[in-house]
């Protein structure tokens, strides 16, 4: 069968784990320059979880450049329910924290006006939300990817 767009070990998949990395970076970026963003438990475990997912992509994205390098098919089925279940675990711990801290920001900016009376920068936590749905939305590409190289390999 012929790879999957997306897939390990191809250009567009190389492509979305650099991505992932810009997105989480991004957020974990956003996210310390915020003034006391780390007094708040749901930044706290946003941040953790987008440093687990730059690990993660930073790892796949050099195996997808050293799979690209020496053009060798990495279809095989005990690394696909490896990465299958990698992109799993990563993506749906991603989607908790961006959920739980989309959520309390909403609180915050939104029902309690908080953003008036403590000085936090609620632009730049809006902001470091919304590129974690979007590095959340690219590692769940990438597992649906593998999850299908999976059922095909």
């Not at 993506?91 to 908790?96: F, N, P, V």
């Not at 920068?121 to 590692?139: D, G, N």
């Amino acid at each position: 069968m012929k790879s999957l767009s997306g897939g390990p070990g191809t250009v567009s998949g190389l492509l979305l784990r650099v991505g992932q990395i810009l997105f989480s970076s991004a957020s974990i970026g956003v996210t310390l320059s915020a003034f006391n963003s780390l007094g708040f438990s749901y930044f706290c475990w946003l941040l953790a979880t987008m440093v687990l997912q730059l690990l993660w992509s930073s790892g796949l994205a050099c195996f997808d450049v050293c799979a690209l390098r020496i053009k060798r098919d990495i279809r095989d089925p005990g690394l696909a329910s490896f990465l299958v279940f990698g992109d799993w675990v990563i993506a749906t711990l991603s989607l908790a924290s961006a959920c739980s801290s989309g959520a309390v920001t909403v609180l915050y900016v939104t029902d309690w006006n908080v953003c008036s009376q403590v000085p936090i920068s609620c632009i730049r936590l809006q902001v470091c939300v919304a590129m974690a749905f979007i590095a959340w939305f690219l590692t769940a590409i990438s597992f649906l990817v593998t999850f299908w190289m999976l059922g095909s390999v």
